[in-house]
């Protein structure tokens, strides 16, 4: 699930939501992922109140929940900005595995790789690719490998970055 996807303006329809999502894991053994984790596990405010109050509740959702999982399931979950989530929430994770951004070479080895395997090019030169995603994640470096491949089929001038320099993560 995309956490940030059950968040509701309306008081209390964020939490019910992750409780219903939750509820239905209990129903048999299950793989949960929870994608952008950090939408709703960021580090709680201590005064919170209206929307920040919402988002504690939300977490301690969450974090009953995940007490509550059967040991027959496995929970995963993913975010990019690791050093905003909840020391609550990291204790749940039995296993952290901390994925850094691609060095440089291996973003150029990977775009390389790419249009090799499916036989496109891309018409930049080495520096512009490492310029425009360098830093970036993997998930950044496969946007962009697909958006000029959209690009080249579609007959757009994929020798621009059209947005991609500079981009942030």
């Known amino acids: ?24 894991a209990f129903t048999d053994d299950c793989l949960v992922f929870l994608d952008e984790l950090d939408s709703l596990g960021a580090s709680r405010i201590s005064d919170a109140d209206g929307c920040e109050r919402e988002y504690n509740n939300a977490l301690n959702t969450i974090l ?11 929970i995963i979950g993913a975010t990019n900005l690791p050093e905003s989530l909840d020391s609550a929430l990291l204790r749940r994770f039995n296993l952290k595995i901390w994925l850094a951004p691609p060095a440089d070479e291996d973003i150029l080895e990977y775009v390389l790789a790419y249009q090799c395997d499916h ?6 030169s080495e520096e512009d690719i490492i310029h425009s995603l360098s830093g970036q994640p993997w998930s950044k470096v496969e946007e962009f490998c697909l958006d000029q491949h959209r690009g080249a089929v579609l007959g757009e001038n994929v020798s621009t970055f059209s947005g991609w320099i500079g981009k942030a993560g």
Do not use: C, Q, W, Y
């Open 64 to 74: 009953t929940n995940l007490d509550r999982m059967p040991d027959t399931s496995i």
């Open 1 to 24: 699930m995309k956490l940030s996807g059950v968040i509701e303006a309306t008081l209390g329809s964020t939490t019910k939501n992750v409780a219903g999502i939750f509820e239905h």
């Open 119 to 124: 036989n496109v090019r891309f018409f930049l």
